[in-house]
């Protein structure tokens, strides 16, 4: 168990809606990472947050968007889903600044767009 | 732009063998992970390589990194079932621990 919880750990949801994805990082890491896994693109970095703060922007698309609230959980949100939108997205959570330490990861949601 | 390159992509091998998988980077960098991912599951931290020379080894795994060569291997011994995965390298150009930009992933197979 990596301490990092993702909810829901599975979606589906058809073409044109909006989804709201939701991590919890482990106690006492100040910096949330969110990634997209597909088969076609790989693992993708998409956001990072830093106590509230976007810190680093990947491959989002503007249909994308993230927070981080006060309490440190972030949501990643997905509008206008599109087929190929249809991926694992997962959560991870650091001591920011400490490279010595990985990055640890949820379990993932798994988005389906039928 | 980053490019992280890993080879094979895929790696069938009968329990008890050795072999390597290859972790190639296009950019400078010292920071190198490593990490597994059981079909379907989160991703598990393995190594964390921060130097050129740094050998870092668990079990019947054993990552290094070179970076002058801009390459970092991870060996595996004595291959088990257990083993059986797909392995990321990730590689860190930013100031420290942001953002990861992965490789392709090497499924691996140990066949009994």
């Known amino acids: 168990d990596s301490g990092v919880t993702q909810t829901p750990k599975h979606l589906i949801t058809a073409t044109g809606q909006r989804v709201t994805l939701r991590c919890s990082p482990r106690?006492?890491?100040?910096?949330v990472y969110w990634y997209q896994q597909s088969l076609d693109q790989g693992l993708q970095f998409l956001i990072q947050?830093?106590?509230?703060?976007?810190?680093a922007k990947g491959n989002i698309l503007e249909r994308f968007s993230a927070q981080q609230f006060p309490d440190l959980h972030s949501e990643l949100n997905l509008s206008s889903l599109e087929l190929g939108d249809s991926a694992l997205y997962f959560c991870?959570?650091?001591?920011?600044?400490?490279?010595?330490?990985?990055?640890?990861f949820g379990d993932g949601t798994r988005l389906s767009i039928l | 732009e980053l490019k992280v390159e890993q080879n094979p992509l895929f790696l069938s091998m009968q329990e008890g063998k050795n072999y390597t998988i290859y972790c190639n980077y296009s950019?400078?960098?010292?920071?190198l992970y490593w990490y597994r991912q059981d079909p379907g599951k989160s991703l598990e931290s393995l190594f964390v390589l921060l130097s050129n020379g740094a050998v870092k080894q668990e079990g019947r795994l054993m990552a290094s990194l070179d970076t002058k060569a801009r390459l970092s291997t991870l060996h595996i011994t004595a291959a088990v079932h257990d083993l059986s995965a797909t392995y990321f390298c990730a590689v860190d150009t930013s100031f420290g621990n942001e953002k990861l930009t992965f490789g392709t992933g090497t499924r691996l197979t140990i066949i009994p």
């Open positions: 106690s006492g890491d100040l910096s």
């Open positions: 950019t400078t960098s010292d920071r």
């Open positions: 947050y830093y106590n509230g703060e976007e810190r």
């Open positions: 991870a959570s650091s001591e920011q600044g400490k490279k010595s330490q990985p990055q640890h």
